[in-house]
């Protein structure tokens, strides 16, 4: 099963390993950006994917640019939610704009792309989705009440989203990547990443690929069998 994968974030970092993926699996991908221009038209230049600028905290923005990725490249089978955005600092100094912004970006944005896709894959019998969670929303992070909130909320949505379309032949999985090399990491200052990587086993961060091979897998006619299902890979920093 081909056809059309639709990623947010899907232009940098652990996104654009995944749209780079499925391209090679053969999917068509449709890479959503939000503001990096740039970013956008050389990712499109280097693989040849199609990218769409929408903001996926804004449920509009979703549902028009779902139809306007229907139109122009055919049915979706794969959605990858992947978008997210942190805006660290502890509770006792967080603006309600940073938990709002955070919530919205990271998890309200799975509520809108599931809401204009799911409906097709219901009707077609068909369908893979994958929420990008965190393992900081499996074990909390000091000054991350925003993103843990919005990373634990995205795996009780996926195992309710599961149950809902299980009959449908649609899964519903979640993915919580561990600490990756991508921007978002490149702007910790070094010696708080440096006291995380002594806490992960495996003494290395992770590579945006090591995360794209789990998409596929879950995205393939194999996994089949799988949904609802929470799986880690983090070099062992967490283990649940
Ligand atoms: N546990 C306990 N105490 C801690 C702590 C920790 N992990 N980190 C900091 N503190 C303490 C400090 O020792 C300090 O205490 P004192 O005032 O008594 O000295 C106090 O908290 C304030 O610490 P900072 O000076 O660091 O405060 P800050 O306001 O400058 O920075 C922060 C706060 C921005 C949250 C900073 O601690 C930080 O960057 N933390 C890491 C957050 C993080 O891991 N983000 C991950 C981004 S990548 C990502 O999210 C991808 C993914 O999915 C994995």
Redesign the pocket.
């Known amino acids: 099963m081909s056809g059309v994968a639709v990623v947010t974030g899907g232009t940098r970092g652990i996104g654009a390993a995944i749209s780079k993926a499925l391209m090679a699996e053969g999917y068509k991908v449709a890479a959503i950006y939000h503001g990096n221009d740039e970013a956008a038209s050389s990712f499109q230049g280097a693989t040849g994917a199609m990218t769409f600028k929408c903001d996926v905290a804004d449920h509009e923005s979703c549902m028009s640019t779902i139809a306007a990725i229907e139109k122009d490249a055919g049915e979706i089978n794969v959605l990858v939610n992947n978008a997210?955005i942190?805006r660290?600092?502890?509770l006792h100094?967080m603006s309600p704009e940073n938990w709002h912004t955070v919530i919205e970006t990271n998890l309200t944005s799975c509520f809108n792309m599931c809401r204009a896709i799911v409906p097709a894959m219901r009707d077609r019998n068909y369908g893979r989705i994958i929420n990008i969670s965190?393992?900081?929303g499996q074990k909390g992070?000091?000054?991350?009440v925003n993103?843990a909130a919005a990373?634990a909320g995205i795996i009780g949505f996926t195992k309710a989203l599961a149950m809902e379309n299980a009959a449908k032949g649609i899964t519903v999985n979640t993915i919580c990547?561990?600490?990756?090399e991508t921007d978002?990491?490149a702007a910790?200052?070094q010696e708080?990443l440096d006291?995380?990587i002594r806490q992960i086993p495996m003494t290395r961060m992770g590579q945006p690929d090591e995360i794209a091979a789990v998409v596929t897998f879950l995205a393939s006619q194999k996994a089949g069998f799988i949904t609802g299902a929470t799986i880690s890979a983090n070099g062992g920093q967490y283990m649940s």
Not at 177 to 180: A, C, F, S
């Open positions: 997210g942190t660290d600092g502890v100094k965190s393992v900081n992070q000091f000054g991350q993103y990373k990547p561990g600490y990756i978002m990491t910790m200052k708080v006291s995380i």
